[in-house]
Structures are given as structure tokens and as C-alpha cells.
Nanobody, 123 residues
Framework: VQLQASGGGLVQAGGSLRLSCAAS????????MGWFRQAPGKEREFVTA????????VYADAVKGRFTASRDNAKNTVYLQMNSLKPDDTAVYYC?????????????????WGQGTQVTVSS
């Protein structure tokens, strides 16, 4: 599976961005798609995960109520709508794919990773 993330950029605090992650290859392995982020000097952390059906999702407490994950299986694409952005959201955002049948929330549960897209939120 190859994952291509896009949509990052520079935005002011309070603004919005939508990230996209297009999957290709063995997409039947992408039961669960996740987003992680890594800020400078920090560990990569879980943001959200979404099931293939698009019905089940889970969010990190830090983004709950502000971020929304969705997916279009016909396009093999998952999205991350980020609203009310804060400077603390500044990080490289990575999409990842997991063959697990449950909503995986740790790095080790994901089998494939995209290259990351930079999100910078100015105050």
C-alpha cells in the first residue's frame, strides 16, 4: 500500500485545513486508516482513526470536537478536516493504514505510512 498525504500549509489560529490521504496498491489492507502527528522534538502521537465503513471513529482528546475524519472508499482516500486550529496543532501529519479490524490507536498497529504533510498554525 502506498499512501500520499496532502493539504498541509500555513494557517492562522482559529482557521481550518483539510488534509487528504490517497491510498494505492493493496487497498484491501486498509481496514482502518489513521492520522498521526509529530511536532518538533516530540514523539509521533495518535490523532484519529476511522474504519473502512466510515462509521466508526476515535479521536485523541486534544482534537476531539475540532477534527473530523472521513473517507471515500471509491476514491481510496481519507480526509482530516481540522477546524479551530491552535498553534499546538503545528506538526507534520502522517496518514497510516492498518489491516486490524478494530480502531487502532498506536503506531505499532499500523502497517503502512505516508510521507507526512506539514501543518503550521500561527498565533
Amino acid at each position: 500500500v502506498q499512501l500520499q498525504a496532502s493539504g498541509g500549509g500555513l494557517v492562522q489560529a482559529g482557521g481550518s485545513l483539510r488534509l487528504s490521504c490517497a491510498a494505492s496498491g493493496r487497498t484491501f489492507s486498509t481496514n482502518v486508516m489513521g492520522w498521526f502527528r509529530q511536532a518538533p522534538g516530540k514523539e509521533r502521537e495518535f490523532v484519529t482513526a476511522i474504519r473502512r465503513s466510515g462509521v466508526g471513529t476515535v479521536y485523541a482528546d486534544a482534537v476531539k470536537g475540532r477534527f473530523t475524519a472521513s473517507r471515500d472508499n471509491a476514491k481510496n482516500t481519507v480526509y482530516l478536516q481540522m477546524n479551530s486550529l491552535k498553534p499546538d496543532d503545528t506538526a507534520v501529519y502522517y496518514c497510516a493504514a492498518s489491516s486490524r479490524v478494530y480502531l487502532a490507536t498506536t503506531r505499532g498497529e499500523y502497517d503502512y505510512w505516508g510521507q507526512g504533510t506539514q501543518v503550521t498554525v500561527s498565533s
